[in-house]
């Protein structure tokens, strides 16, 4: 079944601790990328990915890392998370329609709490 | 950059009538605009989509209609159900090549029985 899939799905941390967030396509999309959802904000772009090892900032980059070291994954990586970093995280990914993207696929998301 | 707007944040409706949102984009190179449907706890998911190429598109009781010149494009939803009680999304791609899609800001829709 072709999907994307993020783990953990729920996740409770305090200030502080580093914490990955994994992304996995089977797709084979060339294109994959981070958003943060949260109330009255709609849906943010933190980073996205055009191809391995090929990774640019969205809109809310601070305070967050990405790796693309092969096609299928892309974790986020919160190297010292903070409370305001608490929220609602969806991995997106699709194929490139010449040099912008078709249909994106979101993974089922993972909340996160930062205390 | 890019820049969506979303109308109305919220909307209910009785069942069986129509249900209209409306979005509007600032960058007339935009040529891609999915609408996404967000249940509860779950995940957005495509419902339909238009390109620039194409002025409206219908699947089933949801169509799509866009007009490039006013920079609008409206989702349609005939013989509302309450199944399609849900958060609501348009977005579009910016006209630079990061695939960026730029999201509206939503709308929940509410279909009473």
């Known amino acids: 079944e072709a999907q994307v899939t993020q783990n953990p799905r729920y996740l409770i941390t305090v200030t502080g601790k580093k914490l990955t967030v994994t992304c996995s396509q089977n797709?084979?999309?060339?294109?994959m990328s981070w958003y943060r959802q949260d109330p009255g904000l709609g849906l943010r772009q933190i980073y996205y990915?055009?191809?391995?090892?090929?990774?640019d900032k969205g809109d809310v980059p601070e305070g967050y890392k990405v790796s693309r070291k092969e096609k299928r994954n892309f974790p986020l990586i919160l190297e010292s998370p903070s409370p305001n970093q608490t929220s609602l995280y969806f991995c997106?990914?699709?194929?490139?329609?010449?040099?912008?993207?078709?249909?994106?696929?979101f993974g089922p998301g993972t909340r996160l709490t930062v205390l | 950059g890019e820049n969506v707007e979303q109308h109305p944040s919220t909307l209910s409706v009785q069942e069986g009538d129509s249900a209209v949102i409306k979005c509007t984009y600032s960058?007339?190179?935009?040529?891609?605009f999915p609408w996404y449907k967000q249940e509860l706890g779950k995940r957005p998911q495509l419902i339909i989509d238009?390109?620039?190429?194409?002025g409206e598109k219908k699947d089933q009781r949801i169509a799509v209609t866009l007009n490039k010149t006013a920079k609008h494009f409206s989702l349609h939803i005939t013989e509302t159900q309450p199944e399609d009680s849900a958060v609501y999304f348009c977005?579009?791609?910016?006209?630079?090549?990061?695939?960026?899609?730029?999201f509206g800001q939503g709308t929940t829709l509410q279909v009473k029985p």
């Open positions: 997106a990914s699709s194929f490139l329609r010449g040099t912008s993207t078709d249909t994106q696929y």
């Open positions: 797709m084979n999309h060339e294109y």
């Open positions: 990915s055009m191809n391995v090892e090929v990774t």
């Open positions: 960058d007339s190179a935009s040529n891609y």
């Open positions: 238009i390109r620039s190429n194409v």
């Open positions: 977005a579009a791609i910016a006209s630079s090549n990061t695939g960026k899609l730029i």
